[in-house]
């Protein structure tokens, strides 16, 4: 069993429908959790981080983290086309040690 | 927020030839920086964490002799992939880490080899 487990997708939907990512885990040391945001052929960059259990919104987006689950979710509101891109979560425990990602989940957001 | 760039984006090399990879963090010093691999449709493993000054600490599985990792200041890490073969034919992203857990993601290189 992979650390991080993410269903690569595809994931297509309608422009303005509500979307949900998720991420499962199985190491229980994992205390950050983020998400990544990576368009086609550049770097991923920072959408969201949460530290322990709970809800953290921005805008459009929200992120929950149910550690007795070892399940984490990605939110997002009314899409738009621009939102289409491959959505990674990632782990790190408390450590500052390294990243844990999971295999992302392409996103396609049709006008 | 912190920028990191890379250079090439995208290099193109023969069978048995060696390329660098270059990355930089523009405007702050990186204590840390970690080199990744992407294949398509997969998510990033990664290769080797450095701290400047000292030797880079590779991953179990990568080759330290094939992919030498020099940190050599603050700003700047360097990857070389030696005599590379199209299996390394890949997406290859740094990240440079401050004081704290973010890590700052390069814009990636590609690199094909033929």
């Known amino acids: 069993q992979k650390e991080v487990e993410q269903d690569p997708g595809p994931l297509s939907v309608p422009e303005g429908a509500i979307v949900s990512l998720n991420c499962t885990y199985s190491?229980?040391?994992?205390?950050?959790f983020m998400w990544y945001r990576q368009y086609s052929r550049k770097g991923p960059e920072l959408l969201m981080y949460t530290y322990s259990s709970g809800n953290k919104e921005d805008g459009r987006f929200t992120a929950q983290v149910d550690k007795s689950s070892k399940y984490i979710s990605l939110f997002i509101r009314d899409s738009q086309p621009s939102d289409s891109a491959t959505y990674l979560c990632a782990m790190m425990d408390s450590g500052y040690s390294t990243l844990t990602f999971g295999k992302g989940t392409m996103l396609l957001v049709s006008p | 927020g912190a920028v990191v760039s890379q250079h090439p984006s995208w290099v193109i090399c023969k069978s048995g030839t060696s390329v660098k990879i270059e990355c930089r963090s523009l405007d702050f010093q990186a204590t840390t920086m970690f080199w990744y691999r992407q294949f398509p449709k997969q998510s990033l493993m990664l290769m080797a964490t450095?701290?400047?000054?000292?030797?880079?600490?590779?991953e179990q599985g990568v080759e330290k002799d094939k992919f030498l990792i020099n940190h050599a200041s603050l700003t700047l890490s360097t990857l070389t992939v030696t005599s590379a073969h199209p299996e390394d034919s890949s997406f290859y992203i740094c990240?440079?880490?401050?004081?704290?857990?973010?890590?700052?993601f390069g814009p990636g290189t590609r690199l094909t080899v033929t």
């Open positions: 990240s440079a880490g401050g004081q704290g857990w973010e890590q700052y």
């Open positions: 190491n229980s040391a994992f205390q950050y």
């Open positions: 450095s701290n400047e000054g000292s030797k880079a600490t590779y």
